[in-house]
């Protein structure tokens, strides 16, 4: 466990469940050119810019949450555990990690001191697990968005053990790429929330995220518009969960105004950790191994295998 910073306070929350759906679907993750080099994780969060900026945003408030049974959060889909004060806001951030825009949300978070909460999607964290560790040692609570962000409410996923493979071998992926779990946090790509899975996620001790607002970053080209969108529907909602993409480029180049704007509007950021981490299950851990390095019977290291004889 991580250290709240010393303003904030902590509350405790129990829930239970509940389900609903529908909403348009973003688009999709492209594919990427796997990078797998092994970064080290950074050993401190950088907090240190907050003192040059006597504007920062900051945290007000750490909540713990119990997952047990599966709660579910978001006030789109969940009518349940509306645990935000008036002017209090939980930043999450959807479908990376991703070169350039998660790097780029990172360090505008880090300029207000704010922490939020991330759901990358399981291939993602395998293409970049050094940038998934950033977001790991600057404080951020990560769960998980499925494997490879597919809409689990389709006809091909009806069959449970495909629609479990999906969510499982994404947590799996997190686990690998930070070499520590994700909490058991997560979002259904495109918001869409079979019931078979709420159950499954229930029953794994999994919350599960929709959103009390929705950005539409993914629609959006212009930084400006992402502003505008946050903004308009906190004013109109006076608090709330919003849901953005780090793996957007408008809403990475949007992020240090908005948090600007944030600050000027006198909203409070909330900052939702986990009671327990996700524990992995084998299986899958297994699978996920496998997808990303074909197995060969050799496990020498390139140097062993590898060596200069003329150059
Ligand atoms: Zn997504």
Known sequence: MRVASACAVFVSITV??????????PTP?????PTLAAAPP????????CAANPNALGVTRVVEIDTTGGPGFGWEHFKMHDFLRAGEVVLTFDDGPWQGNTPAVLKALADHCVRATFFPIGKHATYYPEILK???????????????????????????????EEIEKGISAIRLALGAPAAPFFR?????????????LGQRNVAIFSTDMDS??????????VI???MAKLQKHGKGIVLMHDFQHATAEALPELLNQL???GYKIVHMRAKEPLKTIAQYDEMVAKEIKLPTVSDRPTSSVVRTISE
Do not use: C, N
Request: glycine share 6%; proline share 8%; net charge positive.
């Open 263 to 265: 600050k000027a509007g």
């Open 29 to 33: 993750a492209p594919g990427a050119a």
């Open 134 to 164: 950033q977001v790991a040692a600057a404080g951020h609570t990560i769960g998980s968005h499925t494997w490879s962000h597919v809409d689990l409410s389709k006809k091909q996923y009806q069959e449970v053990e495909k629609a479990k």
């Open 188 to 200: 259904f790509p495109s918001l869409k929330h079979p019931p078979e899975m709420v159950t499954y």
């Open 216 to 225: 539409f970053d993914f629609t959006m080209r212009k930084p400006e518009q």
């Open 42 to 49: 950074q050993a401190t969060a950088p907090a240190a810019t």
């Open 228 to 230: 505008k969108s946050v």
């Open 16 to 25: 239970g469940v509940a389900w609903a759906q529908t909403r348009p679907a």
